[in-house]
């Protein structure tokens, strides 16, 4: 049986049987695509500074930076969809046939442009959440590019609509068509995405961080549905990431931007091989490196230990059983495990395995069944009992930005925890104890004359904890303890939300997903920081995480989970090098 297809454009594909005039990048031919001079302004404050790119049929270029670098500004621009933005240069599109001539984007009209729009060009967004409209089935929406690029009718649409469904690979494509974009998972509403981004067959395809969103082995799923696609119809794909390990898999060139300009480009072995400028090495070594202590007794107690661990939710029932009682759903099913001091436990596995229900559990914010040892003692009801094991176990979230208070200063932030539990100190005690705590995570007083905290990645100014293994700076600035959050960026909250655990002094820090939310080379910083606070004071970790990169760096232990159950366990180099269960395997090759 073959593999479904796209609906095709009216004289868009071959006949069949025949070989496609394309079979990859046309570099001998003149580029579908030909940008030059392009900038981008708001108001006075210039974000993308004369950048040159270009892309042939059927070539796959990946434009990566950091957040804040520009690339998702400069794929926006070439459409047009930047609001209240001055945009000078010129991108050259090539028409349907040599003898056709080029537009210029940036300088047609907006009637022009939308013709344009969704046939020629076509755009996957970042977040399909927010891209998908609420109010529409899947379908529905599909089918409406359709009707609008390709003038199908109604019935014509929504069948080529299931047809670029089943193309994506989805399951039940027809049952799928009539869901709304809340009742499919995370990878389903990505390939609604696709199928609409590829129903009018653009000749180009503007892929905004297409997985940032999506486990590791959906990554690669993705990543090779659009390889497939790409092949099939022969059209070339601007892939925008951070993703390094993303570029290696998918691209044939890779062009890198910092701070609004392109500072290389390049055939991808050749620019990950020999990386010329700066920028790009410093993207290249951001790998998170190892260095935590492994000469460590596994005779001391525990920190934590859990034994038959199992979490369940209640659950309706359908029909008139679901008057009388509940069903269940088992989130966690017979977990154990145990946390010695000085060592990290890494709890890997996709969206729904269970692990952050592990470590809600773990906090004392969910009820389980069986065994669950906090330094000898259990969670309870009686929440005056549960206090002192919450100064023994402290939390860092996933997105520093949400788990901070914006009603609330740095010094009202980190020094929160003792008010509680520390009730006798006074201010000026307090103020003290903040101020170190800050030092500890790199960032520095308030004595100094800088006037705004740098980006991430600036230069260090000053500071006393930062060391050059770390990768970090200790940052001085005037009012750092009068600051609100919104004055940091993501990896100075991260430090913020660090400080605002440790300054209770605990044992055991949960860090659920610490370093998703941040570019790589902050990540890099943080686990740095991480793994140096780990040595000093012997703390326990019980890492929650997707990225087996990160694994790798920081655990000791491993347990891997899946739908609930522990599937795997060991040490870090037994499981990670050896594993045994086919979706450690999975995962471990989803990241290489």
């Known amino acids: 049986m073959m593999a479904p297809t796209l609906p095709a454009a009216r004289g868009s594909l071959p006949p069949e049987g025949a070989v496609p005039p394309w079979g990859?990048?046309?570099a001998g031919h003149a580029p579908l695509l030909d940008v030059k001079g392009l900038r981008v302004s708001f108001g006075d404050k210039e974000v993308v500074h004369g950048v040159d790119l270009h892309i042939h049929p059927g070539e796959k270029l990946a434009l990566v930076g950091e957040s804040g670098s520009g690339k998702t500004?400069?794929?926006?621009?070439l459409l047009r969809l930047v609001l209240n933005a001055d945009i000078s240069g010129s991108a050259m599109l090539s028409g349907a046939d040599p003898a056709s001539p080029s537009l210029d984007l940036l300088s047609i009209s907006e009637r022009e442009l939308r013709a344009i729009r969704g046939r020629e060009i076509a755009m996957i967004f970042q977040e399909p959440m927010t891209a998908l409209n609420p109010l529409y089935t899947v379908g529905n929406q599909i089918a409406e590019v359709l009707q609008l690029k390709q003038g199908l009718s109604n019935r014509q649409a929504w069948d080529s609509a299931i047809e670029a469904l089943a193309a994506?690979?989805?399951?039940?494509?027809?049952?799928?068509?009539?869901?709304?974009?809340?009742?499919?998972?995370?990878?389903?509403?990505?390939?609604?995405?696709?199928?609409?981004?590829?129903?009018?067959?653009?000749k180009l395809l503007l892929a905004d961080e297409p997985t940032t969103a999506l486990d590791v082995t959906l990554r690669v799923q993705m990543l090779e549905l659009l390889a497939d696609l790409q092949r099939q119809t022969g059209m070339a794909v601007l892939l925008?990431?951070?993703?390094?390990?993303?570029?290696?898999?998918?691209?044939?060139?890779v062009a890198v931007m910092e701070n609004g300009h392109l500072v290389e480009s390049g055939g991808v072995n050749e620019v990950f091989s020999h990386p010329q400028h700066a920028y790009t090495r410093k993207l290249i070594d951001s790998r998170p490196q190892r260095d935590v202590p492994q000469e460590l007794s596994m005779q001391a107690a525990p920190v934590m230990q859990g034994r038959d661990l199992r979490v369940s939710y209640p659950i309706p029932i359908p029909g008139i059983r679901g008057w009388f009682r509940k069903g269940e759903f088992v989130a966690v099913k017979g977990a154990a495990f145990a946390i010695q001091p000085g060592r990290t436990l890494g709890v890997v596995g996709e969206s729904g395995s269970g692990k952050s229900t592990l470590a809600m559990a773990a906090l004392g914010l969910l009820p389980y069944a069986g065994a669950l040892d906090v330094v000898g003692r259990q969670w309870g009801p009686d929440t005056v009992a549960n206090k002192a094991i919450r100064r023994v176990v402290q939390v860092v979230f996933q997105d520093p930005y949400s788990s901070l208070s914006p009603r609330m200063t740095v010094e009202e932030i980190v020094g929160e925890g003792l008010l509680v539990h520390e009730p006798d100190l006074n201010r000026e005690g307090r103020r003290e104890r903040v101020l170190q705590m800050l030092e500890e995570v790199g960032l520095g007083a308030e004595q100094s004359a800088v006037a705004r905290p740098p980006q991430d990645g600036a230069h260090p100014v000053g500071g006393q904890r930062a060391t050059r293994s770390e990768g970090a700076w200790g940052q001085n600035f005037p009012g750092l303890l009068q600051r609100y959050p919104h004055e940091f960026s993501g990896g100075q909250r991260q430090r913020l939300a660090i400080a605002r655990a440790l300054i209770v002094q605990p044992q055991l820090l949960v860090l659920d997903e610490p370093t998703s939310a941040l570019d790589v080379t902050i990540q890099k910083q943080v686990l740095a920081l991480l793994q140096r606070l780990q040595r000093e004071k012997g703390l326990a970790y019980l890492l929650i995480t997707h990225d087996v990169d990160v694994i790798r760096a920081m655990a000791h232990q491993v347990i891997v989970m899946k739908d609930g159950e522990v599937l795997e366990s060991g040490s870090v180099d037994k499981v990670l090098q050896q594993p045994e269960h086919p979706y450690t395997r999975t995962l471990v090759a989803a990241q290489m």
Request: aromatic share 4%.
């Open 24 to 26: 990859g990048p046309a």
């Open 73 to 77: 500004v400069t794929a926006l621009a």
């Open 168 to 202: 994506t690979g989805i399951p039940e494509p027809a049952r799928r068509a009539q869901a709304y974009p809340h009742q499919l998972s995370g990878g389903q509403r990505q390939r609604a995405m696709i199928a609409m981004a590829l129903a009018g067959r653009p």
């Open 240 to 253: 925008i990431t951070h993703d390094l390990n993303m570029v290696r898999r998918f691209a044939d060139r």
